[in-house]
C-alpha cells in the first residue's frame, strides 16, 4: 500500500497543488515562476480569442458525440441480442474498430474522407452526389470526428450486450403477461434495467470527451499537411479556422509549444473545475433516472 | 432473446402452437435485424478494406478514383522500414509497453487486494482516492509533470512514461479490486488457518483465482500503451530515434513527404498486432471489457 501512496504523492497530488499554484504565476521554464494573482484567467476568460472557440468546440463534441455514440452502442448491442444467426461473427466486426490505435484510426479516415482522392468521395460521386470536403473544411471537420469516434464504439457495445442479456427473463414475462408490448417491454423493462450501464457510458464519454486530444491533433496535423502545397511539416492545430481547435489542443499549444507553464496551468484548473462540475450534475440527475439491483418503479 | 411467449404455457406441459400470423411477423423482423446488422457491418468493416486496399496500391492509384489495386504492390510494406525507422519505434513500443505492463502489474495487484480484502482504517477513503485518480484529465497534472522530468533531464527518455505506473496505475487497481471483492472470504480464511501469510496468500491464492482479470489488466496495459500518443508526444522530444509508434506515425507523412499508400502502408501495419492480439485473447478482452462496465 505504502509505494501506492508515495507514487499518488509525487504523480497526483504533487503536480495538482502545483498547477493550482503554477496558475497563479508567469512561468516559461527559464526564469522561476513569477507571481502574477489572477491574471491568468483574467487573459482566458476576457482577452484570449481562442479560449471561446476551444470551449465551443469541445462542448459541441460532447453534446453530439456522446449521446450518439451510446444511442448506436445501445441499438447494435439490442440486435446483437436478437440475432439468431452470426453473433459471434457481427460483435467482432462491431468490436473490432474500437482496436484500431487512435492515430492510425485517425490516419486511415483522413485518407478515406481525403474530399478528391478518397474512396468515399469517389464512391458518392459514382452515384451522383458530390461529397462534403470533410476534414477540409470547417463545417465538416467535428462531424467527421464524430463518424471517427462512431466507428470505435466497441467497447461501449459490449459492455451494453452484456448488460442487455443480464436483464431478467421473468421481467419480460411479467411484462408481457400484463400486456405489454415490444415498445413497452423495451420502455419498462429493458432500459430501466441497463440505466446504471448508460450512466457509466455517459459519464465516461463526457470525461473523455473533454480530454479528446489524439484524434484532433492528428487529423488537423495530416490533414493540413496535405492542403498545403508546399507541405511543410508546420502543423496547424486547429486546422482548418480553428473548427477542430478542442480545449485540451489548446492547452497543449500553450503549454508545449510556447511554454507558457503558468496560463496552461490557468486553462488545466478552469478544465478541472468544468470536469468536476459536469461530473457531479449527471450524477446528481442520475438519481431520478437510473435504478438499481432491477427494481422498476 | 424474443422466444418468451412461448414459455407462457409452460404448466402445462404441452407447447403452444404459435399461429401463423405470429410466426410470419416473426420471420419477417428476423429478416429485417439481420439485414440491419449486415449493413452495419459492412459500414463498420469498409474502413479497414479501403485502407488494406490502398495499401497495396501504387502512388498514383491511391490518388486515382480506382478502389481495387492492380497490380498489387506487396512491396509497400517493406517501403515503409525504408522510408522512417519504423524498426526503431516498433522497439521502443514494445519496451515502453513491456515495463509498463509489467510495473502495473507488480504495484497494481497488492494495492487492489489490500483494499479488497484487508480490513484497515482509512480504506474506503483510499479508495476515494483511487477514484478521483481514475477520473482525473491528464491534461491537469501534466505541466508540474513535465517541469519536474525537464529539471530531472529526462525528457527524451522512456523514464517519464514507464516509471509513474510502478507506482500503481488507478485503472488497474479499480478493475483489479472488482475481481477480488469475488473471491470468497472462506478460501483465504483457510489459507490463514494454516499459517500462510498475507503475501503468500496474495501470490498463490488471490493471483490464481483472479487470473481472468490479471490477463485482462495486463492486455489493457499493453494496448493502452500501445496506443498512447499524449504522453510519448510531450516527453520522447524531438529526436525521431526516441519516438514510439504512435508518434512515428502521427509525423509520417509531414516529416517524409511519404505517399498515402506508403502511409495506408504503415497504418496497416500498426493496426496488424493489436488485431492479432485480439484474435489471440478474446476472452480476457471481453471479460475484462465487462468487468469494468458492469460492476462499475
Redesign the interface.
Same mark, same amino acid.
Given at each position: 500500500m505504502s509505494p501506492w501512496l508515495v507514487g499518488f504523492t509525487i504523480f497526483v497530488l504533487y503536480p495538482l497543488v502545483m498547477s493550482a499554484y503554477l496558475s497563479f504565476t508567469k512561468y516559461d521554464l527559464l526564469s522561476s515562476p513569477k507571481w502574477v494573482g489572477l491574471a491568468n484567467y483574467k487573459y482566458a476568460f476576457t482577452v484570449d480569442p481562442q479560449v471561446w472557440p476551444a470551449v465551443k468546440n469541445t462542448l459541441w463534441f460532447v453534446a453530439v458525440s456522446v449521446p450518439l455514440s451510446v444511442l448506436f452502442a445501445f441499438g447494435i448491442a439490442l440486435m446483437l441480442t436478437r440475432a439468431r444467426y452470426g453473433g459471434g461473427f457481427f460483435r467482432t466486426v462491431f468490436y473490432l474498430p474500437a482496436l484500431a490505435p487512435p492515430v492510425a484510426a485517425t490516419l486511415g479516415f483522413v485518407y478515406l474522407l481525403n474530399p478528391v482522392t478518397g474512396p468515399i468521395n469517389s464512391g458518392l460521386e459514382k452515384i451522383g452526389l458530390e461529397g462534403p470536403l470533410w476534414f477540409q473544411s470547417p463545417e465538416w471537420s467535428k462531424p467527421s470526428l464524430v463518424l471517427l469516434a462512431l466507428w470505435g464504439i466497441g467497447n461501449t457495445m459490449v459492455i451494453f450486450l452484456a448488460a442487455v442479456l443480464d436483464v431478467p427473463k421473468q421481467l419480460y414475462e411479467s411484462a408481457e403477461l400484463d400486456g405489454a408490448g415490444p415498445w413497452q417491454r423495451m420502455r419498462w423493462v429493458t432500459l430501466p434495467s441497463v440505466s446504471p450501464v448508460i450512466l457509466f457510458s455517459v459519464v465516461l464519454g463526457v470525461i473523455y470527451g473533454l480530454q479528446y486530444f489524439t484524434q484532433a491533433y492528428v487529423a488537423a496535423s495530416i490533414a493540413s499537411g496535405q492542403a498545403s502545397a508546399a507541405g511543410e511539416g508546420a502543423t496547424n492545430l486547429g486546422y482548418p479556422e480553428d473548427s477542430t481547435l478542442f480545449y485540451p489542443v489548446l492547452l497543449y499549444n500553450w503549454g508545449f509549444r510556447y511554454f507558457q507553464m503558468g496560463y496552461a496551468s490557468a486553462l488545466a484548473m478552469v478544465l478541472l473545475g468544468v470536469a468536476l462540475l459536469v461530473t457531479v450534475v449527471i450524477v446528481r440527475n442520475s438519481k431520478r433516472w437510473v435504478h438499481y439491483g432491477g427494481a422498476v418503479r | 432473446?424474443?422466444t418468451?411467449?412461448v414459455?407462457?404455457e409452460s404448466s402445462t406441459f404441452e407447447r403452444r402452437k404459435v399461429p401463423r400470423a405470429v410466426r410470419r411477423r416473426r420471420f419477417l423482423v428476423?429478416v429485417a435485424?439481420?439485414s440491419? %446488422?449486415i449493413a $452495419? =457491418?459492412i459500414a463498420? =468493416?469498409a474502413?479497414?478494406v479501403?485502407?488494406v486496399l490502398?495499401a497495396l496500391m501504387t502512388h498514383d492509384q $491511391?490518388?486515382?478514383?480506382d478502389?481495387w489495386p492492380h497490380p498489387f504492390r506487396w512491396s509497400n510494406f517493406t517501403d515503409v522500414f525504408h522510408n522512417a525507422p519504423m524498426l526503431r519505434w516498433t522497439l521502443n513500443t514494445a519496451l515502453y509497453a513491456g515495463l509498463a505492463t509489467l510495473g502495473v502489474l507488480v504495484?497494481s495487484i497488492? #494495492?487492489a487486494y /489490500?483494499l479488497s480484502k484487508l480490513r484497515w482504517r482509512g480504506r474506503d477513503t483510499?479508495f476515494l &482516492?483511487v477514484l478521483v /485518480?481514475l477520473? %482525473?484529465?491528464? *491534461? #491537469?497534472?501534466? !505541466?508540474?509533470?513535465?517541469?519536474?522530468w525537464?529539471k530531472l533531464d529526462l525528457v527524451g527518455t522512456l523514464w517519464p512514461l514507464v516509471l509513474?505506473v510502478?507506482?500503481?496505475d488507478a485503472f488497474s !487497481?479499480f478493475l483489479l479490486r472488482q475481481f477480488f471483492l469475488t473471491v470468497p472470504e472462506e478460501y483465504l480464511d483457510a489459507a490463514r488457518v494454516d499459517g500462510c501469510g498475507e503475501l503468500r496468500i496474495l501470490t498463490t491464492v488471490v493471483c490464481r483465482l483472479a487470473k481472468p482479470a490479471i490477463a485482462a489488466v495486463a492486455l489493457f496495459s499493453v %494496448?493502452y500503451t @500501445?496506443?498512447d500518443?499524449?504522453l510519448p508526444?510531450?516527453y520522447l522530444g524531438e529526436n525521431p530515434d526516441h519516438w514510439v509508434?504512435?508518434v512515428g506515425?502521427?509525423?509520417?507523412?509531414?516529416?517524409h *513527404?511519404v505517399e498515402?499508400n506508403i &502511409?495506408?502502408a504503415a497504418?496497416v501495419l500498426?493496426?496488424l498486432p #493489436?488485431?492479432i492480439l485480439?484474435f489471440l485473447a478474446?476472452r480476457a @478482452?471481453?471479460e475484462g #471489457?465487462?468487468l469494468?462496465?458492469?460492476k462499475?
Open positions: - | 432473446m424474443s418468451v411467449p414459455r407462457l428476423s435485424n439481420h440491419l %446488422l $452495419a =457491418a463498420f =468493416a474502413p479497414f479501403f485502407i490502398t $491511391a490518388l486515382s478514383p478502389l504495484s497488492p #494495492v /489490500a483510499v &482516492v /485518480a477520473m %482525473l484529465p491528464p *491534461q #491537469v497534472t501534466v !505541466i508540474p509533470l513535465y517541469v519536474m525537464a509513474p510502478w507506482f500503481g !487497481i %494496448l @500501445f496506443n500518443f499524449f508526444l510531450l509508434l504512435s506515425l502521427s509525423n509520417f507523412r509531414s516529416l *513527404q498515402w &502511409v495506408m497504418t500498426m493496426m #493489436v488485431i485480439f478474446q @478482452f471481453v #471489457v465487462t469494468t462496465g458492469v462499475g
